[in-house]
């Protein structure tokens, strides 16, 4: 089961909070998910060279925050403010004309971010980089900056052989099972000349939850291991 779940919608409310946080009926909630995909996409598009790690839409009533987490901010806010200026234009064409607040911060360790390491993986093999090289600097730049364990994958027509395989490599612990292990999950794609290459990259940072809060996981983890 644990090869088969996503790690970070496994643990949604345990360790990992949620991308979105709004609340809407029926007949608005399609409209709402659409416009929430359109402003991801736009801002990852547009600004992959910033190193886009998290972008979290919260909805008050009319107005929409958005909160892009970036390796490089700088890039998105540009100068004096006029990328983020360009950002808010955007945005409220595609939310129907709301009130936007755009803030942006930067992410801490980069080295520990999924989505940020699947990325350079991905850059490294677009320049012709070998994946076993491009994913075992990743993980050696990882567990140097902290990190508990981490497990990176890579799939599709790996040095141009006729056949598609997987190749991965881990170090450190992987928990799969355990709802209060605090892991990192981000995918990315490598535009190769033979094709399109997968990347997948976990990597756990240790437990978060401790006391009274580690019992009622406990027998959350049992109940799910006896079904």
């Not at 979290?56 to 390796?71: P, S, Y």
């Not at 980069?110 to 350079?120: G, Q, S, T, W």
């Amino acid at each position: 089961m644990g090869q088969k779940v996503h790690p970070i919608g496994f643990r949604l409310g345990i360790t990992q909070d949620w991308k979105s946080k709004w609340y809407a009926d029926k007949k608005k909630y399609t409209k709402a998910l659409h416009e929430d995909i359109a402003i991801r996409k736009f801002i990852e598009e547009r600004y992959k060279q910033a190193g886009i790690a998290d972008v979290i839409i919260e909805r008050l009533g009319d107005k929409i925050r958005v909160n892009v987490v970036a390796a490089r901010p700088g890039i998105v806010i540009g100068n004096k403010g006029a990328e983020v200026e360009r950002v808010n234009e955007v945005i409220r064409k595609i939310a129907s004309n709301r009130d936007v607040i755009v803030n942006v911060s930067e992410v801490k360790r980069p080295e520990l971010n999924a989505k940020l390491v699947a990325e350079d993986i991905a850059l490294q093999l677009e320049r012709r980089v070998t994946h076993r090289r491009a994913m075992k600097k990743a993980i050696d730049a990882a567990m140097k900056a902290g990190a508990r364990g981490i497990k990176t994958q890579v799939g599709g027509r790996i040095g141009g052989v006729d056949l598609a395989r997987k190749e991965w490599f881990m170090a450190g612990r992987m928990p799969l099972q355990t709802l209060r292990a605090d892991v990192d999950y981000g995918t990315a794609r490598a535009s190769t000349k033979y094709g399109i290459l997968g990347i997948k990259v976990w990597i756990y940072k240790g437990d978060r939850l401790e006391g009274k809060s580690e019992e009622v996981l406990k027998k959350i983890e049992e109940e799910l291991h006896s079904i």
